[in-house]
């Protein structure tokens, strides 16, 4: 059963549209977001919990529409957008006081735990965090009041190696009963290769594809040849393609890789797709 089903979400700005973005989540599974920066991660993710409100869509959330029931549904969401830049000169105990009040079942155990595992003083001021130490802190709240889904937004972002390991280390903790899930955005392919089970990809407001992460790459190869292949090959079969003097190289659909027998043909991965299709909305 779907812990997160989001059907035709859209958004229009004055120059950006989201459009008609829909994908679902299952219970237990850790689920990675991709897209470059500015393809509409955040917009969706705040658009699930009617932060952004939304020209139409839907969102149901543990098989109960989200806006129509928010107060309860948001007891059972845990969700942390960047590093936390609120009451910066507040000390983080008078801000967790403050936030722990808005949640039925606080644990503030398991929260002191969590401060204990990173490292976090509880008498410093929020503004004398690192940006590594804010998304923590945003972590620790968002893991505090029992919730069974997770939405975060970059939350490796700004940390080191290691404490990103620890990081998704700590996502597939969570997910081991099969009772918790969780959705992440990055652009991070490596943290994604470690820990996530499905993929969903947006680039310039448009969903390109929602599956498992192995499913999703298996979608697609790498082509490369010279410059007399590029010259003969079907352009129209290229999703993006690269040229030097020496010769070239496209991200292809599986589906399309016999077009090119006799040239290389090279699986993909996630940060060969993501780079391709950047370059291709580069050249609309």
Known sequence: MPVLSVSGLTKTYPK???NNVSFS?????????????????T?????????VHTDSGSVEIFDREFKENELSLKQKVGYAFGGADFYLKSRIKAVTDVI????????????????????IDNDK???????????????????????DLLLLDEPT??????????????????????????????????????CADF???IENGELIASDTKDAFVGTYKIVKGTRAQYDKAPPERFIAHK?????????????????????SIEPADLENIMIYYARREDRQ
């Open 125 to 147: 001021k929020l503004g004398e965090l690192s940006e590594g130490m804010k998304v923590h802190y945003s972590l620790a709240l968002a893991l505090s009041h029992k919730a």
């Open 16 to 18: 950006f549209k989201l």
């Open 243 to 263: 040229t030097n003097e020496f010769g070239f190289s496209a991200l292809i659909s599986n589906a399309d890789a016999g077009v090119f027998d006799g040239l």
């Open 100 to 119: 722990r009040r808005f949640y039925t079942e606080w644990d503030e155990t398991t929260y002191q735990n969590y401060c204990r595992r990173f490292n």
């Open 157 to 194: 972002a700004g940390l080191d190696p290691a404490a990103r390991d620890e990081l998704l280390e700590l996502f597939q903790e969570l997910v081991e009963d099969g009772e918790k899930s969780i959705l992440f955005s990055t652009h991070i392919t490596t943290d994604l290769e470690k």
């Open 25 to 41: 989540l299952e219970k237990g599974y850790i689920m990675g977001f991709i897209g470059r920066n500015g393809s509409g991660k």
């Open 43 to 51: 917009t969706t993710l705040k658009s699930i919990l009617n932060l």
């Open 199 to 201: 993929i969903t990809f």
